[in-house]
């Protein structure tokens, strides 16, 4: 089983912004924990990051043909990308949107997604564990 984790804008500041909204954990504490959490479920992990809608898009394009599903935290992409959201139906894998934060707890700006009624499922809210809750969720969806 292929996941690719696709982490997008802003999310290199982890660790630096708003440590009391998005914790203290820095991006690399994000992804040693899912491929530690990949290992035990069997599952093969890519990481991509970006700030770059369409260098996202592509990477959404191109790694569809080598992965099974895609687990997401679009940042502010969440709440302005029809974008993402096409290419994301288009490529036809099932994808878990999550976010560190509890969206629907901030700013009204931030309680809207074009994702979360097409993803297999959104997990929110729990800091990292956001993130290990949807690659568990989307292992088993993929898997069966």
Excluded at 76 to 90: E, F, M, P, V
């Amino acid at each position: 089983m292929n996941v690719a984790v696709i982490h997008g804008q802003n999310l290199r500041l982890l660790g630096r912004r708003e440590p009391d909204v998005y914790g203290t954990d820095t991006l690399d504490d994000v992804n040693a924990r899912l491929l530690e959490l990949a290992a035990e479920l069997g599952v093969t992990l890519e990481t991509f990051q970006s700030n770059h809608e369409g260098e996202i898009l592509d990477f959404v394009e191109e790694a569809s043909h080598r992965v099974d599903g895609f687990l997401i935290n679009p940042g502010a992409l969440t709440h302005t990308s029809i974008g993402l959201r096409d290419a994301l139906l288009g490529v036809e894998r099932p994808f878990v949107e999550v976010h560190l934060s509890n969206t629907a707890g901030r700013e009204r700006f931030r309680r809207h997604s074009y994702l979360s009624g097409v993803a297999s499922g959104v997990v929110y809210g729990f800091g990292v564990e956001s993130y290990l809750l949807g690659l568990r969720g989307l292992a088993a969806r993929i898997g069966g």
